[in-house]
Protein backbone atom coordinates (compact mmCIF):
# COMPACT_ATOMS: atom_id res chain seq x y z
CA UNK A 1 0.00 0.00 0.00
CA UNK A 2 3.31 2.30 0.54
CA UNK A 3 2.60 3.90 -2.78
CA UNK A 4 -0.75 5.08 -2.08
CA UNK A 5 0.73 7.63 0.21
CA UNK A 6 3.57 8.22 -1.49
CA UNK A 7 2.70 11.46 -3.17
CA UNK A 8 5.93 11.77 -5.02
CA UNK A 9 4.78 8.48 -7.20
CA UNK A 10 1.18 8.76 -6.89
CA UNK A 11 1.46 12.30 -8.73
CA UNK A 12 0.96 11.43 -12.40
CA UNK A 13 -1.18 7.98 -11.79
CA UNK A 14 -4.63 7.74 -11.14
CA UNK A 15 -4.08 6.48 -7.49
CA UNK A 16 -5.00 10.02 -5.86
CA UNK A 17 -8.80 10.17 -4.69
CA UNK A 18 -8.26 14.25 -5.25
CA UNK A 19 -10.23 16.03 -8.29
CA UNK A 20 -7.65 16.22 -11.57
CA UNK A 21 -5.12 19.31 -10.73
CA UNK A 22 -5.60 22.20 -12.37
CA UNK A 23 -2.97 23.09 -15.19
CA UNK A 24 0.19 23.97 -14.00
CA UNK A 25 1.12 27.29 -14.29
CA UNK A 26 4.51 26.16 -15.05
CA UNK A 27 4.64 24.03 -17.82
CA UNK A 28 8.02 23.83 -18.39
CA UNK A 29 8.81 22.14 -14.72
CA UNK A 30 5.51 20.12 -14.77
CA UNK A 31 7.23 18.56 -18.37
CA UNK A 32 10.73 18.17 -16.71
CA UNK A 33 8.38 16.12 -13.77
CA UNK A 34 6.69 14.24 -16.43
CA UNK A 35 9.85 13.41 -18.31
CA UNK A 36 11.89 12.28 -15.13
CA UNK A 37 8.68 9.90 -13.95
CA UNK A 38 8.61 8.62 -17.28
CA UNK A 39 12.74 7.70 -17.08
CA UNK A 40 12.12 6.72 -13.79
CA UNK A 41 9.55 4.14 -14.74
CA UNK A 42 11.56 2.65 -17.90
CA UNK A 43 14.28 1.53 -14.95
CA UNK A 44 11.59 0.10 -13.00
CA UNK A 45 10.33 -1.83 -15.79
CA UNK A 46 13.41 -3.20 -16.83
CA UNK A 47 13.82 -6.76 -15.13
CA UNK A 48 17.71 -6.00 -15.77
CA UNK A 49 17.44 -2.90 -13.47
CA UNK A 50 15.54 -4.65 -10.88
CA UNK A 51 17.68 -7.47 -10.66
CA UNK A 52 20.73 -5.26 -10.05
CA UNK A 53 19.10 -3.31 -7.62
CA UNK A 54 18.07 -6.62 -5.53
CA UNK A 55 21.64 -7.31 -5.51
CA UNK A 56 23.18 -4.26 -4.70
CA UNK A 57 23.04 -3.88 -0.71
CA UNK A 58 22.22 0.14 -0.69
CA UNK A 59 18.78 -0.63 -2.25
CA UNK A 60 18.33 -3.63 -1.91
CA UNK A 61 15.78 -2.85 1.00
CA UNK A 62 14.07 -0.72 -0.83
CA UNK A 63 13.41 -3.15 -4.03
CA UNK A 64 12.33 -5.50 -1.10
CA UNK A 65 9.88 -3.17 0.70
CA UNK A 66 7.84 -2.51 -3.03
CA UNK A 67 8.24 -6.29 -3.66
CA UNK A 68 6.52 -6.62 -0.40
CA UNK A 69 4.10 -3.41 -1.06
CA UNK A 70 3.26 -5.18 -4.51
CA UNK A 71 2.64 -8.39 -2.98
CA UNK A 72 0.13 -7.30 -0.18
CA UNK A 73 -1.39 -5.69 -3.34
CA UNK A 74 -1.93 -8.60 -4.80
CA UNK A 75 -2.42 -10.87 -2.34
CA UNK A 76 -5.06 -8.44 -0.31
CA UNK A 77 -8.01 -10.63 -0.99
CA UNK A 78 -6.08 -13.63 0.08
CA UNK A 79 -5.40 -12.19 3.42
CA UNK A 80 -9.03 -11.00 3.93
CA UNK A 81 -10.20 -14.29 3.51
CA UNK A 82 -8.31 -16.24 6.59
CA UNK A 83 -9.26 -12.76 8.87
CA UNK A 84 -13.05 -13.79 7.21
CA UNK A 85 -12.81 -17.45 7.96
CA UNK A 86 -11.60 -16.69 11.20
CA UNK A 87 -14.67 -14.38 11.92
CA UNK A 88 -16.94 -16.83 10.82
CA UNK A 89 -15.95 -19.71 12.32
CA UNK A 90 -15.49 -18.18 15.66
CA UNK A 91 -12.29 -18.41 16.22
CA UNK A 92 -11.25 -15.00 17.29
CA UNK A 93 -14.40 -14.76 19.73
CA UNK A 94 -13.37 -18.21 21.29
CA UNK A 95 -9.92 -16.95 21.95
CA UNK A 96 -10.91 -13.86 23.44
CA UNK A 97 -10.66 -15.01 26.94
CA UNK A 98 -8.93 -17.59 27.09
CA UNK A 99 -6.17 -19.99 25.47
CA UNK A 100 -6.95 -22.88 23.44
CA UNK A 101 -5.12 -25.58 21.76
CA UNK A 102 -5.32 -26.58 18.12
CA UNK A 103 -7.40 -29.46 18.93
CA UNK A 104 -9.94 -27.56 21.36
CA UNK A 105 -10.13 -25.38 18.68
CA UNK A 106 -10.92 -27.24 15.33
CA UNK A 107 -13.49 -29.14 17.78
CA UNK A 108 -15.28 -25.95 18.75
CA UNK A 109 -15.18 -24.75 15.16
CA UNK A 110 -16.30 -28.04 13.35
CA UNK A 111 -12.94 -28.42 11.44
CA UNK A 112 -10.44 -31.15 10.85
CA UNK A 113 -7.95 -30.73 13.20
CA UNK A 114 -4.50 -30.20 10.43
CA UNK A 115 -7.11 -28.10 8.96
CA UNK A 116 -7.46 -25.77 12.12
CA UNK A 117 -3.78 -25.61 12.55
CA UNK A 118 -3.59 -24.46 8.72
CA UNK A 119 -5.94 -21.65 9.50
CA UNK A 120 -4.16 -20.68 12.75
CA UNK A 121 -0.47 -20.52 10.98
CA UNK A 122 -2.02 -18.05 8.53
CA UNK A 123 -3.88 -16.05 10.81
CA UNK A 124 -0.45 -16.21 13.12
CA UNK A 125 1.31 -14.51 10.49
CA UNK A 126 -1.16 -11.73 9.66
CA UNK A 127 -0.87 -10.85 13.70
CA UNK A 128 -4.21 -11.73 14.43
CA UNK A 129 -3.10 -14.95 17.15
CA UNK A 130 0.28 -16.02 18.25
CA UNK A 131 1.47 -19.02 19.94
CA UNK A 132 1.23 -19.59 23.59
CA UNK A 133 2.94 -23.04 23.88
CA UNK A 134 3.48 -25.83 21.01
CA UNK A 135 -0.05 -26.29 19.80
CA UNK A 136 -1.74 -23.23 22.39
CA UNK A 137 -2.96 -19.89 20.98
CA UNK A 138 -3.97 -16.59 22.30
CA UNK A 139 -5.18 -13.43 20.31
CA UNK A 140 -2.17 -11.54 18.75
CA UNK A 141 -2.84 -7.17 18.72
CA UNK A 142 -4.86 -7.22 15.62
CA UNK A 143 -6.93 -10.55 16.55
CA UNK A 144 -8.24 -8.66 20.43
CA UNK A 145 -9.09 -5.79 18.53
CA UNK A 146 -11.44 -7.30 15.96
CA UNK A 147 -12.38 -9.78 18.83
CA UNK A 148 -13.40 -6.78 21.40
CA UNK A 149 -15.02 -4.75 18.36
CA UNK A 150 -18.41 -6.17 17.66
CA UNK A 151 -19.00 -3.38 14.97
CA UNK A 152 -15.76 -4.09 13.33
CA UNK A 153 -16.82 -8.07 13.79
CA UNK A 154 -20.19 -7.40 11.94
CA UNK A 155 -18.56 -4.83 8.92
CA UNK A 156 -16.40 -7.94 8.13
CA UNK A 157 -18.83 -10.84 8.01
CA UNK A 158 -21.37 -8.22 5.75
CA UNK A 159 -18.16 -8.15 3.55
CA UNK A 160 -19.46 -11.54 2.09
CA UNK A 161 -21.78 -9.60 0.32
CA UNK A 162 -19.24 -7.12 -0.89
CA UNK A 163 -17.01 -10.08 -2.24
CA UNK A 164 -19.44 -11.38 -4.12
CA UNK A 165 -19.90 -8.33 -6.03
CA UNK A 166 -16.82 -7.43 -6.76
CA UNK A 167 -16.27 -11.29 -8.35
CA UNK A 168 -16.12 -9.62 -11.58
CA UNK A 169 -14.44 -6.29 -10.80
CA UNK A 170 -13.79 -4.67 -14.46
CA UNK A 171 -17.75 -5.69 -14.96
CA UNK A 172 -18.76 -3.91 -12.25
CA UNK A 173 -16.50 -0.71 -13.66
CA UNK A 174 -18.22 -1.57 -16.96
CA UNK A 175 -21.81 -1.56 -15.52
CA UNK A 176 -24.04 1.76 -14.61
CA UNK A 177 -26.44 -0.75 -13.59
CA UNK A 178 -25.47 -4.10 -11.54
CA UNK A 179 -27.58 -6.20 -9.89
CA UNK A 180 -25.32 -6.25 -7.07
CA UNK A 181 -25.92 -7.67 -3.18
CA UNK A 182 -25.01 -4.31 -1.98
CA UNK A 183 -28.09 -2.91 -3.19
CA UNK A 184 -30.35 -5.09 -2.36
CA UNK A 185 -28.76 -4.69 1.35
CA UNK A 186 -29.28 -0.50 1.17
CA UNK A 187 -32.56 -0.45 0.00
CA UNK A 188 -33.17 3.16 0.64
CA UNK A 189 -30.39 4.20 -2.01
CA UNK A 190 -32.79 3.04 -4.96
CA UNK A 191 -36.34 3.01 -3.98
CA UNK A 192 -38.35 6.15 -5.76
CA UNK A 193 -40.26 5.55 -2.14
CA UNK A 194 -37.58 5.24 0.52
CA UNK A 195 -40.07 5.99 3.25
CA UNK A 196 -41.60 2.51 2.22
CA UNK A 197 -39.18 -0.12 3.14
CA UNK A 198 -39.70 -3.16 5.11
CA UNK A 199 -38.66 -3.05 9.10
CA UNK A 200 -37.06 -6.59 7.66
CA UNK A 201 -34.71 -4.13 5.64
CA UNK A 202 -34.04 -1.08 7.81
CA UNK A 203 -33.52 -3.69 10.97
CA UNK A 204 -30.73 -5.44 8.98
CA UNK A 205 -28.63 -2.37 7.80
CA UNK A 206 -29.47 -0.61 11.46
CA UNK A 207 -28.14 -3.25 13.38
CA UNK A 208 -25.14 -2.73 11.25
CA UNK A 209 -24.83 0.98 11.53
CA UNK A 210 -25.41 0.57 15.47
CA UNK A 211 -22.67 -1.96 15.89
CA UNK A 212 -20.41 0.18 14.32
CA UNK A 213 -21.15 3.20 15.26
CA UNK A 214 -19.41 2.91 18.69
CA UNK A 215 -15.93 3.80 17.08
CA UNK A 216 -17.00 6.30 15.03
CA UNK A 217 -19.01 7.99 17.81
CA UNK A 218 -15.79 7.99 19.73
CA UNK A 219 -13.93 9.60 16.97
CA UNK A 220 -16.69 12.48 16.25
CA UNK A 221 -16.85 13.27 19.97
CA UNK A 222 -13.18 13.28 20.72
CA UNK A 223 -12.89 16.14 17.73
CA UNK A 224 -16.01 18.11 18.39
CA UNK A 225 -17.48 19.71 22.01
CA UNK A 226 -20.88 19.22 22.13
CA UNK A 227 -21.46 20.78 25.30
CA UNK A 228 -22.37 24.30 23.41
CA UNK A 229 -25.86 22.71 22.54
CA UNK A 230 -29.30 22.33 24.24
CA UNK A 231 -30.12 19.83 21.11
CA UNK A 232 -28.90 18.20 18.25
CA UNK A 233 -30.90 16.23 15.67
CA UNK A 234 -29.56 13.33 14.18
CA UNK A 235 -30.94 13.08 10.04
CA UNK A 236 -30.40 9.62 8.87
CA UNK A 237 -29.51 9.12 12.57
CA UNK A 238 -30.38 5.12 12.31
CA UNK A 239 -31.42 3.20 15.77
CA UNK A 240 -30.18 6.05 17.53
CA UNK A 241 -26.83 4.88 18.37
CA UNK A 242 -24.98 8.11 17.76
CA UNK A 243 -27.32 9.63 20.22
CA UNK A 244 -26.97 7.13 23.08
CA UNK A 245 -23.33 7.89 22.93
CA UNK A 246 -23.57 11.46 22.85
CA UNK A 247 -26.23 11.30 25.58
CA UNK A 248 -23.93 10.08 28.34
CA UNK A 249 -20.99 12.04 27.46
CA UNK A 250 -23.63 15.51 27.36
CA UNK A 251 -26.00 14.54 30.29
CA UNK A 252 -28.47 17.61 29.27
CA UNK A 253 -28.25 17.35 25.85
CA UNK A 254 -31.79 16.72 24.09
CA UNK A 255 -32.08 14.79 21.97
CA UNK A 256 -33.94 14.35 18.31
CA UNK A 257 -34.06 12.13 15.54
CA UNK A 258 -35.25 12.05 11.58
CA UNK A 259 -35.17 9.18 9.64
CA UNK A 260 -37.48 6.42 7.60
CA UNK A 261 -40.49 5.64 9.35
CA UNK A 262 -39.13 2.13 9.52
CA UNK A 263 -35.94 3.30 11.39
CA UNK A 264 -37.37 5.44 13.94
CA UNK A 265 -39.46 2.75 15.02
CA UNK A 266 -35.85 0.82 16.06
CA UNK A 267 -34.95 4.24 17.83
CA UNK A 268 -37.48 4.19 19.52
CA UNK A 269 -36.85 0.53 21.24
CA UNK A 270 -33.57 1.71 21.39
CA UNK A 271 -33.76 4.83 23.25
CA UNK A 272 -36.38 3.12 25.71
CA UNK A 273 -34.27 0.23 25.98
CA UNK A 274 -31.29 3.10 27.48
CA UNK A 275 -33.71 4.81 29.09
CA UNK A 276 -33.30 7.80 27.34
CA UNK A 277 -36.69 8.45 25.73
CA UNK A 278 -37.96 10.81 27.78
CA UNK A 279 -34.92 12.99 26.96
CA UNK A 280 -35.49 12.68 23.16
CA UNK A 281 -37.96 13.79 20.07
CA UNK A 282 -38.55 11.18 17.29
CA UNK A 283 -39.38 12.41 13.44
CA UNK A 284 -39.86 9.99 10.61
CA UNK A 285 -40.00 11.39 6.94
CA UNK A 286 -37.93 11.07 3.75
CA UNK A 287 -35.11 13.79 4.25
CA UNK A 288 -35.17 14.64 0.61
CA UNK A 289 -38.91 16.42 0.76
CA UNK A 290 -40.46 16.14 3.95
CA UNK A 291 -40.16 19.58 6.79
CA UNK A 292 -37.22 18.63 8.83
CA UNK A 293 -37.94 19.99 12.67
CA UNK A 294 -36.16 23.61 13.42
CA UNK A 295 -35.70 22.98 17.15
CA UNK A 296 -31.88 21.69 17.36
CA UNK A 297 -28.85 23.87 17.23
CA UNK A 298 -26.87 21.09 15.63
CA UNK A 299 -27.83 19.13 13.07
CA UNK A 300 -25.88 15.90 12.53
CA UNK A 301 -25.44 13.60 9.20
CA UNK A 302 -23.38 10.83 9.68
CA UNK A 303 -22.62 8.50 6.94
CA UNK A 304 -25.46 9.80 5.10
CA UNK A 305 -23.81 12.34 2.18
CA UNK A 306 -21.69 9.51 1.34
CA UNK A 307 -24.25 6.91 0.40
CA UNK A 308 -26.24 9.50 -2.20
CA UNK A 309 -24.68 10.38 -5.62
CA UNK A 310 -24.49 14.67 -6.10
CA UNK A 311 -28.11 15.36 -7.23
CA UNK A 312 -29.22 13.88 -4.45
CA UNK A 313 -27.05 15.13 -1.55
CA UNK A 314 -27.98 18.47 -2.85
CA UNK A 315 -31.89 17.58 -2.50
CA UNK A 316 -30.67 16.73 0.94
CA UNK A 317 -28.79 19.63 2.31
CA UNK A 318 -31.88 21.88 0.02
CA UNK A 319 -34.29 20.41 2.27
CA UNK A 320 -32.48 20.91 5.40
CA UNK A 321 -31.63 24.48 4.15
CA UNK A 322 -34.98 25.53 3.84
CA UNK A 323 -36.42 23.35 7.01
CA UNK A 324 -33.68 25.02 9.76
CA UNK A 325 -33.19 28.85 10.74
CA UNK A 326 -30.37 31.12 10.16
CA UNK A 327 -27.73 30.18 12.18
CA UNK A 328 -28.00 26.48 12.97
CA UNK A 329 -25.09 24.41 12.66
CA UNK A 330 -24.99 21.40 10.39
CA UNK A 331 -22.21 19.00 11.08
CA UNK A 332 -21.51 16.15 8.29
CA UNK A 333 -19.00 13.16 9.70
CA UNK A 334 -18.30 10.50 7.17
CA UNK A 335 -14.89 8.95 5.90
CA UNK A 336 -13.47 11.59 3.30
CA UNK A 337 -10.42 11.62 0.75
CA UNK A 338 -7.69 13.02 2.15
CA UNK A 339 -3.88 12.76 1.67
CA UNK A 340 -3.62 10.68 5.48
CA UNK A 341 -2.36 7.09 4.85
CA UNK A 342 -6.16 6.47 6.52
CA UNK A 343 -7.75 8.86 4.36
CA UNK A 344 -6.12 7.19 1.41
CA UNK A 345 -7.12 3.54 2.70
CA UNK A 346 -10.31 4.44 3.04
CA UNK A 347 -10.79 6.36 0.02
CA UNK A 348 -9.99 3.14 -2.13
CA UNK A 349 -12.23 0.71 0.09
CA UNK A 350 -15.27 3.16 -0.09
CA UNK A 351 -15.11 4.28 -3.51
CA UNK A 352 -15.45 -0.16 -4.39
CA UNK A 353 -18.11 -0.09 -2.12
CA UNK A 354 -19.89 2.37 -3.15
CA UNK A 355 -19.58 1.85 -6.83
CA UNK A 356 -20.62 -1.61 -6.14
CA UNK A 357 -23.57 -0.19 -4.00
CA UNK A 358 -24.68 2.24 -7.10
CA UNK A 359 -24.82 4.57 -5.38
CA UNK A 360 -22.73 7.49 -3.31
CA UNK A 361 -19.34 8.09 -3.25
CA UNK A 362 -16.13 8.86 -0.78
CA UNK A 363 -15.68 12.62 -1.30
CA UNK A 364 -12.81 15.25 -0.20
CA UNK A 365 -13.62 18.16 2.66
CA UNK A 366 -13.56 20.26 -0.18
CA UNK A 367 -16.11 18.36 -2.51
CA UNK A 368 -18.45 18.41 0.66
CA UNK A 369 -17.63 21.99 1.34
CA UNK A 370 -18.50 23.15 -2.35
CA UNK A 371 -22.13 21.17 -1.67
CA UNK A 372 -22.76 22.56 1.02
CA UNK A 373 -21.90 25.90 -0.17
CA UNK A 374 -24.48 24.87 -3.32
CA UNK A 375 -26.97 24.58 -1.06
CA UNK A 376 -26.52 27.97 0.46
CA UNK A 377 -24.89 26.87 3.89
CA UNK A 378 -22.44 29.64 5.41
CA UNK A 379 -18.62 29.19 6.79
CA UNK A 380 -18.19 25.60 6.04
CA UNK A 381 -14.73 24.38 7.95
CA UNK A 382 -13.77 20.83 8.20
CA UNK A 383 -12.78 19.69 11.64
CA UNK A 384 -10.22 16.61 11.73
CA UNK A 385 -10.59 13.84 13.53
CA UNK A 386 -8.14 11.66 15.23
CA UNK A 387 -8.70 9.08 13.23
CA UNK A 388 -9.05 10.01 9.36
CA UNK A 389 -9.68 6.30 8.38
CA UNK A 390 -12.96 6.53 9.92
CA UNK A 391 -14.64 10.47 9.61
CA UNK A 392 -13.57 13.86 8.91
CA UNK A 393 -16.35 16.61 9.76
CA UNK A 394 -17.20 19.54 7.93
CA UNK A 395 -19.55 22.10 9.52
CA UNK A 396 -21.55 24.79 8.21
CA UNK A 397 -23.82 27.02 9.26
CA UNK A 398 -27.65 27.95 8.36
C1 LIG B 1 -25.64 4.58 6.38
S1 LIG B 1 -26.95 4.80 7.46
C2 LIG B 1 -26.22 5.81 8.72
C3 LIG B 1 -26.91 5.68 10.03
C4 LIG B 1 -26.24 6.49 11.16
N1 LIG B 1 -26.16 7.90 10.86
C5 LIG B 1 -24.89 5.91 11.46
O1 LIG B 1 -23.88 6.49 11.06
O2 LIG B 1 -24.84 4.85 12.11
C6 LIG B 1 -27.99 5.96 6.60
C7 LIG B 1 -29.28 6.29 7.34
O3 LIG B 1 -30.03 7.19 6.53
C8 LIG B 1 -31.39 6.80 6.56
N2 LIG B 1 -32.06 7.25 5.33
C9 LIG B 1 -31.80 6.84 4.06
N3 LIG B 1 -32.59 7.47 3.18
C10 LIG B 1 -33.38 8.29 3.92
C11 LIG B 1 -34.41 9.23 3.58
N4 LIG B 1 -34.76 9.42 2.31
N5 LIG B 1 -34.99 9.91 4.59
C12 LIG B 1 -34.62 9.72 5.89
N6 LIG B 1 -33.64 8.86 6.26
C13 LIG B 1 -33.04 8.15 5.29
C14 LIG B 1 -31.33 5.29 6.64
O4 LIG B 1 -32.54 4.73 7.09
C15 LIG B 1 -30.16 5.08 7.58
O5 LIG B 1 -30.58 5.03 8.91
Not at 181 to 189: I, M, S
Not at 268 to 290: M, Q
Not at 354 to 376: H, P, Q, V, W, Y
Request: hydrophobic share 40%.
Amino acid sequence: MSDLVDRDSADETSASPQPAAPPSTNGGERHIGLRVRQWRNRLIGSQGFRSRALRFPGTRWLVRRKANDLFWLTAGFVFSQVLSACVSLGVLDRLRNASLSTKDLAKECGLPEDRMQLLLEQAERLDLVRRAGRSRWVLDDAGVVVASDPGLTAIIAHHSLLYRDLAQPADLFKSRKCTTQLRKYWAYAHGQNPSGIDPETAQSYSALMRSSQAMLADCILAAHDFGHYDSILDVGGGDGAFLVTAATAYPSLHLQLFDLPAVTELARTHLTDKYLIDRSTLHAGDFTRDPVPDTADCVCLIRVLCDHDDDRVLDILGNLYRSLKPGTRIMIAEAMAGDSEGAQLSAVYFSLYFLAMGSGRCRTDTEIKNLLDEAGFRRPHTVATPNPLLATLVFAER
